[in-house]
């Protein structure tokens, strides 16, 4: 997943203060995730259930990324796309729900752990369900900045 924000660093990166943020904010979502998954470089905890303030770290940092795409960088894709082309309108129109499915697990993941995360009924499996969708999640954000990049040269 690091080599993917990596990826999508060095084809975006630099052309919108914007998508530099939240590129930055999913590497954070990312090393946060790892951390409380015990995933390398963080595998000495692997064995180990996540603290209580991990877990909520990272839900802020998951509710903070989810909340920028929608709020933010969504506005600005969905904005530049009405003004260069309708097939690109087309193309988010068909995105944005797919993307959205992984926000309401995102939503649902926050709600059942950020506050109570000594409840760990099923944790590992919601965890792991929640970084399947939010795979799928990266690669069709990434296809939306893709093809503004690419149809309309600047993500200004």
Not at 53 to 80: M, P, Q, W
Request: aromatic residues 8%; contains cysteine; glycine residues 4%.
């Amino acid at each position: 997943m690091l080599e993917k924000v990596k990826q999508a660093r060095q084809q975006w990166g630099g052309s919108n203060l914007l998508i530099d943020t939240w590129l930055n904010k999913r590497q954070e979502l990312i090393v946060t995730y790892c951390q409380i998954a015990g995933i390398p470089p963080y595998e000495q905890n692997a064995h180990q259930l996540p603290k209580d303030e991990e877990i909520s770290e990272f839900c802020n940092k998951l509710v903070d990324y989810v909340s920028t795409g929608h709020f933010e960088v969504y506005r600005e894709v969905v904005s530049a796309c009405e003004v260069h082309g309708e097939s690109s309108v087309l193309h988010i129109d068909e995105l944005i729900p797919k993307i959205s499915v992984s926000t309401e697990m995102s939503l649902e993941f926050t709600e059942k752990y950020a506050d109570n995360a000594h409840i760990f009924d099923k944790f590992d499996t919601h965890l792991s369900t929640l970084i399947e969708g939010l795979e799928q999640r990266f690669e069709l954000e990434d296809q939306l900045l893709s093809n503004l990049h690419e149809k309309h040269s600047t993500l200004a």
